[in-house]
């Protein structure tokens, strides 16, 4: 297997400057006029920012979080909304609500995945549709938004994060007039990614532990998803870890046999899970769980028959990670974590738990509340 980690940090190099260029196209330079002409979105089409009072549609509810990362009050910011509570989950979702009431009456549209709705939008007269870049309208759909006086703007935070964060905060940003506070957070994540990656690069691939990340783990009795390549298994390898789905799964997310993974007998378990698997009986964590909520959950999907039999649940290195905070504009929180995980001694100085502190202090209008990982302990 070739280490992708060099790739991806290229690419992520070379994207981010990208994503400063589009913050230039829009901010507030004697210029403005001419260089906003110039600010692209991820299929490069043209974005012009909003005029005062102009308002815009999204259809993921992660891109709220986004927004609160730049602007003070996101949910003034929009048209309508996505409506996909656990994408945030539950408890974010009530905490947005309680600090904004508006956003619990605002007009709902598809959620990226489902298929999209060109009259709902249009109903909401947005002034621009912020759309996922590779779940969102078809090109006729967009076409006829576009007809309508509605312009598209396709992001992408989730599906390859190395490569269109930073670009996509930066488009936000551009949009909506928050450019500086975009090209801040974006700095703000670098400076945290570059020191993991120079660490990273001193790591040879033969001493690069296996890894075994199982989303939402018990939310269907058979085991096992796992990440393919790219999503989820970006983070893995970034952070100096293989992912044994990468060898068998070319798409994004799929499905492992439970004897294969008991044969690659990985050197670290992750569950990922949240509120949306305490019906299942999965790893739930947040701030409506205790630790001994977490804990017992936990144990529940190490104990499955075959996950309970591998070395990394035998010596201590399983853990469970909030879906919800990997799918994240926030996931270089998730990313401190993984580090840690993988490469214990090598990160012994990170402070995930400090990181997400300082967003919450710095960035963010409405802060994570309670705790959002856990390690596996004896019973």
């Not at 994207?15 to 001419?34: F, I, N």
């Not at 904004?100 to 007269?125: D, M, W």
């Not at 919800?324 to 990160?347: G, M, R």
């Amino acid at each position: 297997m070739t280490d992708p980690t060099p790739s991806i940090l290229s690419r992520r190099s070379a994207l981010l400057a990208l994503g400063g260029l589009s913050l230039l196209a829009a901010c507030g330079s004697p210029e403005t006029a001419a260089t906003a002409s110039a600010l692209k979105d991820l299929r490069d089409r043209p974005v012009r920012p909003l005029t005062p009072g102009q308002k815009i549609s999204i259809d993921d509810g992660r891109y709220l979080i986004a927004l609160a990362l730049i602007h003070p009050d996101p949910v003034s910011l929009l048209a309508a909304w996505s409506g996909d509570v656990n994408r945030i989950s539950p408890d974010m979702y009530r905490a947005y609500v309680e600090k904004f009431p508006a956003l619990a009456t605002l007009p709902k549209i598809p959620r990226s995945g489902e298929p999209f709705n060109l009259e709902a939008v249009l109903a909401a007269q947005p002034a621009t549709a912020v759309v996922s870049v590779e779940s969102g309208p078809s090109d006729e759909q967009a076409g006829q938004l576009q007809a309508a006086g509605v312009p598209v703007a396709f992001i992408d935070f989730f599906n390859h994060p190395f490569e269109n964060q930073a670009r996509s905060l930066a488009l936000l940003g551009a949009l909506i007039g928050r450019g500086e506070q975009a090209a801040a957070f974006n700095a703000f994540k670098t400076a945290r990614l570059d020191a993991i990656s120079a660490k990273v690069a001193t790591v040879p691939m033969d001493r690069r532990p296996t890894v075994f990340l199982e989303p939402h783990a018990m939310i269907t009795p058979d085991c096992c998803n796992s990440p393919g390549r790219g999503n989820v298994g970006d983070y893995i390898a970034f952070v100096g870890g293989r992912n044994i789905g990468a060898d068998v799964l070319t798409a994004p997310t799929g499905k492992l046999n439970l004897e294969y993974v008991i044969q690659r007998d990985p050197d670290v378990y992750i569950a990922t899970g949240g509120p949306h698997l305490a019906k299942a009986g999965g790893f739930v964590v947040g701030p409506d769980f205790t630790p001994e909520q977490s804990q017992a959950g936990l144990r529940r999907v190490t104990g499955r028959p075959g996950v309970s039999t591998l070395k990394a649940v035998r010596q201590g290195r399983a853990h469970g990670l909030s879906h919800q905070l990997i799918n994240s504009p926030i996931d270089i929180v998730a990313t401190e974590i993984l580090a840690k995980w993988i490469h214990p001694e090598l990160f012994a100085d990170l402070n995930p738990r400090a990181t997400l502190d300082q967003i919450n202090q710095q960035f963010l209008a409405v802060p994570y509340r309670g705790d959002y990982w856990a390690d596996l302990t004896p019973a």
